[in-house]
């Protein structure tokens, strides 16, 4: 286990570049299946999240080359239809790989998936999706076996506009017989891109972005080159960073659109925010003031950036109220956080931050990827020094944090426990 050691009270400054997008390259990866041939990937992040993905995409009969930034998947002689346990249990994200495999072969084998541990993360949305399309489902000593004859298009009406159930329906029914429609889809930019990209392989989906999408079966697809978008939630947590110190701080992102909620959330606890050509700038006031947040899906405010949030608001002047409406589980980042002199409540979904002048610099304990960040930015604006334990959660979803908040001018290093 390894820990970041953070000298905080260091004023952010000057410009970093965000990476490839973790929960869109995911996906993406795994419509690499899809292809019996080859498919290019640029801008895919360096984290443990894509490496376990492409580690399963091996196992699986795929040849992986990676050559500066370009990821080439060979699927062509794929061999087996079945996630082992042991990989699947890295992450909730291997999900969408069982999608991809029936896409391809009708068949697909894999037991219930794990990741952060922030909620029940249920996936009956996608089952029972599978089970309209015509695919059989067994279950047994823990292993899920999804197989059919064809794939059939359906009309499928999702409860709740899960991200991952709408990415698992849009793979699996890429060659259906005929018409899926989805409806209350999920609307987040990660689903656009994997639309995009298979449609450059010749896929046909309409819709993706709104909430009802339509994928016509198509007979083959072909191989193509494709860049992956970038990151927003790595973009809000940096820009968050900067609100955080005190900072002044630009980020090189292209799509503002993509972070609207963010940036007027920013703007509302008094940063001032520019947009220029491929470039957000954050000013941040000498002191942040009180903001109330509800999580919601896109285009509402990403549950993903609840807990980065809340520790900017841990050192705003006045009371902010936070609502998270997706997962039931994402406070547990709270307890840590209060060892450092935060002061906040929970009960249930809300949490009620009274802001302090100061945090103070304490061993803490990263609880998930998103908990481990706020840990982390708390510690940038702490009095002393800060040790974020657990890091290997934050690892699997930034790429180069510590480097990208090191060139900003933070005193940040990361300490290997094991030694
Ligand atoms: C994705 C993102 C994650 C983000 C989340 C919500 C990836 C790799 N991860 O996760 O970072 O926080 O979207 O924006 O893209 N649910 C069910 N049954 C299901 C599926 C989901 O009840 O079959 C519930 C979940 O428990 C949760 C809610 O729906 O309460 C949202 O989940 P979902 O949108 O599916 O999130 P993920 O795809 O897991």
Redo the contacts with the bound molecule.
Sequence with gaps: MASYIIEGGKRLEGEVKVSGS???S??IIAASILNPGITRLYNIPNIH?TQITLEILKYLGCKVRKNHGKIEINSKNMTKRDIPEHLMHQ???T??LAGAILGRFKEARFSYPG?CD???????????AFKKLGINITEEGGFITCKCDKIIGANIDL?????????NIILASIYAEGITTITNS?M?P?IVDLANCLNKMGAKIEGAGTKVIQIEGVKKLKDISYTVMADR?EAGTLLCAGAITGGNICINYKTPDHITPIINKLEEAGCKIQIAKGKICLQAPKRLKAVDIKTM??PGF???MQSIFVSILTIAKGTSVVVEN???NRYRYVAEIKRMGARITTEGKTAIIKGVRKLSGAKVKSTD??GGACLVLAGLAARGTTTVTNIEYILR?YEKLDEKLKKLGAKIKIENNDK
């Design positions: 973790k929960n869109a995911l996906p999240d992450m909730r994200s999900v969408v990741g922030i909620g029940a993360r249920p996936i009956d949305l996608h089952l029972s409860d709740f506009p899960s991200v991952g159930a709408t990415e999920a987040e990660e939630i899906p896109y990403p549950t993903d997706i997962f039931e990827l998103r979803g």
